[in-house]
């Protein structure tokens, strides 16, 4: 099979994961996802979405730093149409490799390439070396032949060299499937020290049960993520306003919600400036000076938002300094800024015959 057909037949597989730390990719097995254990960062819970999965919380059930793999679970989960199998033929050099991924937010990304060494030991583990280009944000998703069967997990590169990748390889994978499902259904930590597969309910401490080593992810796992400052203050408006702030977060200074047709972004950065956005709709062709002065009059009625035109795009925006930003004047701002978003959106699209934006898919 050719590339496109391959990404076409299992595309429904691949799962985009977000938590407040960056993106990740992950692949469904079994009703399992896997991915990355530095993909899900330590974190109980992780945001996935995928083709058939609209943007939801899912558990992480397994987490294993050695193999740098783990294992989500969604209650939810549509199995796909063609399922996604683990190889159980060897690699050789020079096969024909494919990447599925979302590298960058670039969703369902493709990349050929060969293998070129089918065994490289890094750290006394084996990975595939490959030169199908991968980058930040394919992590955990599948390395594929060419008959469509996942023969490892796209785990590191090399930075600053060109398209030197490494892949967990297949047999890693079911090596750590088999122990995990052995398990019964518990959430399930491997020590990095003496390798023993241990329930989280039963550490103490944080320390292994087996080998008495202190565990790192099971303290990230029991500490979780916690904003602070600017950030949970913001994340306390947007809650206080019915917003679910772990589907909203993209990283841990950047949200986004969508409501009604509009879609609102809203970013807090380095220079202390937090911007609130709506990219509405695009100007039309015609009648362009009734769209400007409709803006305009509008401008001068409201308060804590403006409009604003970036080439030909309009947009609603609420612009404010850290320093300035307050519970109740920022709950006002934000719940303005959602309601006047799809109002303003649906008015300049029927009334002026402005052009409805397209949106990349998220899922």
């Not at 999965?53 to 397994?62: E, G, L, M």
């Not at 600053?160 to 892949?167: E, I, R, V």
């Amino acid at each position: 099979m050719n590339t496109q057909i391959i990404l076409d037949t299992y595309i429904e597989n691949i799962i985009q994961i977000m938590t407040p730390y960056g993106t990740g990719t992950g692949f469904i097995i079994d009703n399992l996802i896997i991915t990355n254990s530095h993909v899900v960062g330590g974190l109980k819970e992780v945001v996935v979405s995928a083709k058939k999965v609209k943007r939801t919380i899912a558990k992480v059930v397994y987490d294993d730093p050695y193999y740098d793999l783990a294992f989500i679970k969604l209650e939810s989960l549509v199995k796909p149409k063609t399922p996604i199998n683990l190889s159980i033929n060897p690699v050789k050099d020079g096969d024909t490799t494919i990447a599925i991924g979302h590298p960058y937010g670039l969703n369902y990304t493709a990349t050929e390439g060969i293998v070129s060494r089918a065994s490289r030991l890094q750290d006394d583990l084996e990975y595939i070396q490959i030169d199908a280009a991968i980058n930040p944000g394919n992590s955990g998703g599948p390395l594929l032949n060419i008959d469509g069967d996942v023969i490892g997990v796209n785990t590191f590169i090399i930075q600053n060299a060109n398209n030197l990748g490494f892949s967990l390889p297949y047999f890693y994978v079911k090596e750590a499937i088999d122990g995990y499902l052995a398990c019964g259904n518990k959430n399930i930590i491997k020590c990095t020290s003496c390798k023993n597969l241990v329930e989280e309910e039963k550490i103490i401490n944080d320390y292994c049960l087996e080998c008495g080593v202190k565990i790192e992810v099971a303290k990230l796992r029991r500490k979780g993520y916690k904003p602070k400052g600017v950030t949970k203050l913001m994340e306390d408006i947007l809650s206080s306003l019915d917003i679910d702030v772990t589907l909203a977060r993209r990283s841990q200074s950047s949200w986004r919600i969508d409501h009604g047709t509009a879609r609102i972004d809203i970013n807090y950065y380095e220079n202390g400036i937090i911007i609130g956005d709506t990219k509405l709709c695009a100007i039309p062709s015609e009648n362009i000076e009734k769209v400007y002065d409709y803006l305009l009059e509008e401008n001068s009625k409201l308060s804590y938002l403006q409009f604003s035109i970036n080439e030909n795009s309009i947009y609603l925006s609420y612009l404010i300094v850290d320093a300035s930003l307050t519970f109740d004047e920022g709950k006002i701002a934000i719940q303005r800024l959602l309601e006047y978003s799809h109002k303003y959106d649906d008015i300049l699209i029927d009334e002026y015959n402005a052009i409805k934006q397209k949106r990349d898919e998220e899922d």
